[in-house]
């Protein structure tokens, strides 16, 4: 059964730190792996889509990698902000029902 | 931009009363799904819809769950009597499904509270 996990489960910088968010799961043959952002009481914004066969994808100051092998994905995000403060959840696609399996996310406060 | 509109935002219900989900998805996708997030957990896969039948549910949805493409446009999710423990947000989410494009899209959700 897959397993998503996410540390740190809270994460607290100062404004312009660079930071990087992990994400691991436990069977590797995956389709693909996506990036989210949840505000609090808010629904998910997708940041990034990282498909099985790439090793990384950017967006703006987002960066995701992917290591299938070791079932493992970094976000990492440049330059951070005060706007940035958000929850960040990773999830795997990993059979034909393209359902999507949930870390319990990264909680991100950047201090002004 | 298109995007996955769910309605309404927030709802109170007591329990053993039949609520109603809606959402809109976005107009050229091919897969839909609800999700549901009890306070302080992890979203959770409920069920997938293709092709105008369920294609994968999990076992939290059950007899009292059903979902319904009524038309063209809205996905709906039925709880038929509700239980204290449905209280959650709940997703709903749509995707392309265009080769290996299977990005999700998700609406703001709809939060449901159970007296």
């Known amino acids: 059964k897959q397993e998503v996990t996410q540390i740190p489960a809270a994460l607290s910088v100062p404004e312009g730190e660079n930071l990087v968010l992990n994400c691991s799961f436990t069977?590797?043959?995956?389709?693909?792996l996506q990036w989210f952002r949840q505000d609090p009481g808010k629904g998910l914004t997708s940041l990034l889509l990282?498909?099985?066969?790439?090793r990384e994808q950017t967006s703006g100051r987002l960066n995701a990698s992917l290591d299938k092998s070791s079932g493992r994905s970094t976000l990492y995000i440049a330059a951070s902000q005060p706007g940035d403060s958000a929850t960040y959840l990773c999830a795997v696609i990993t059979d034909s029902s393209y359902k999507l399996i949930f870390g319990s996310g990264t909680r991100l406060l950047v201090r002004p | 931009e298109p995007e996955v509109t769910q309605t309404p935002s927030h709802q109170v219900t007591q329990m053993g009363q039949e609520v109603i989900l809606r959402c809109v998805p976005i107009?050229?996708?091919?897969?839909f799904y609800w999700y549901r997030q009890i306070l302080g957990q992890k979203v959770e896969f409920l069920v997938s819809f293709y092709n105008n039948e369920i294609s994968e549910k999990s076992e939290i949805f059950d007899d009292q769950f059903s979902v319904e493409r009524p038309d063209g446009s809205n996905f709906t999710l039925k709880i038929r009597s509700t239980k204290l423990e449905d209280s959650a947000m709940y997703f709903c989410?749509?995707?392309?499904?265009?080769?290996?494009?299977?990005?999700?899209?998700f609406g703001q959700g709809t939060r449901l509270t159970v007296v």
């Open positions: 989410a749509s995707s392309v499904l265009s080769g290996v494009n299977t990005e999700a899209f």
């Open positions: 107009s050229n996708h091919l897969y």
């Open positions: 990282i498909q099985s066969s790439q």
């Open positions: 069977d590797s043959a995956i389709y693909n």
